[in-house]
Nanobody, 125 residues
Framework: QLQLVESGGGLVQPGGSLRLSCAAS????????IGWFRQAPGKEREGVSC????????NYADSVKGRFTISRDNAKNTVYLQMNSLRPEDTAVYYC??????????????????WGQGTQVTVSS
């Protein structure tokens, strides 16, 4: 079972930035397409972004396009989510997980229902 650990969350004012990290240990993260997901209180988990194993293709939910950037450093076994221009509605627990692939693209849909602890992002003044 691939185990991923999310970090980098925190409290930030509207318009601020955070960078989340998704790290794996004991396994080569570069073999997987990885996605970021989030779940706000009282809401269902939703997909945010994904990146292919090589990093040559990414995908974003409409709600974060132009504000969030996903990237990866396979040498460091880590996937990142740079979040800029944060809004109160971005407040949620953020999770990373392996996602499905479609040809050379990634799909923001998890391959399993296994989730880590996540990292809390709170956007508030």
């Amino acid at each position: 079972q691939l185990q991923l650990v999310e970090s980098g969350g925190g409290l930030v004012q509207p318009g601020g930035s955070l960078r989340l990290s998704c790290a794996a240990s004991g396994i080569t993260l570069g073999a997987y397409a990885i996605g970021w997901f989030r779940q706000a209180p009282g809401k269902e988990r939703e997909g945010v972004s994904c990146i292919t194993s090589s990093g040559d293709s990414t995908n974003y939910a409409d709600s974060v396009k132009g504000r969030f950037t996903i990237s990866r450093d396979n040498a460091k076994n880590t996937v990142y989510l740079q979040m800029n221009s944060l809004r109160p509605e971005d407040t949620a627990v953020y999770y990373c997980a392996p996602v499905h692939r479609l040809f050379r693209l990634c799909v923001i849909a998890p391959v399993s229902d296994y989730w880590g602890q996540g990292t809390q992002v709170t956007v508030s003044s």
